[in-house]
């Protein structure tokens, strides 16, 4: 499962932003997507998730300013990002829970990570 994020960039504070991340590859499903973000000094955490129910989940730091939304037949995600903050600033990292079909038959989960989008927030 190959994962690609883009959509980030250079914004000003109380500016917007629209992550996109797209998941590719063969005999696999999705349960869950969503983005998590890495400040410079600091560990990754969780922005928001989505499954394929649409159930969601964000962190309290980004609730009434950032939802998250998807496409199940394309496998995609999208993150809109309004009234960005500084604190915002990050790499954000795309990840998706999979379930993948093996050529035994078996069914494996796994958790892919796309390769990180910048995000700067001016002030």
């Known amino acids: 499962v190959q994962l690609q994020a883009f959509g980030g960039g250079l914004v000003q504070a109380g500016g917007s932003l629209r992550l996109t991340c797209a998941a590719s590859?063969?005999?696999?499903?999705?349960?869950?997507m969503g983005w998590h973000r890495q400040a410079p000094g600091k560990e990754r955490e969780l922005v928001a998730t989505?499954?394929?129910?649409?159930?969601?989940n964000y962190a309290d730091s980004v609730k009434g300013r950032f939802t998250i939304s998807k496409e199940n037949a394309r496998k995609v995600v999208y993150l809109q990002m309004n009234s960005l903050k500084s604190e915002d600033s990050a790499v954000y990292y795309c990840v998706a829970d999979t379930l993948t079909w093996t050529d035994g038959g078996a069914v494996e989960a796994g958790r892919n990570w796309g390769q990180g989008t910048q995000v700067t927030v001016s002030s």
């Open positions: 989505i499954t394929t129910d649409g159930y969601t």
């Open positions: 590859g063969t005999r696999f499903s999705v349960k869950r």
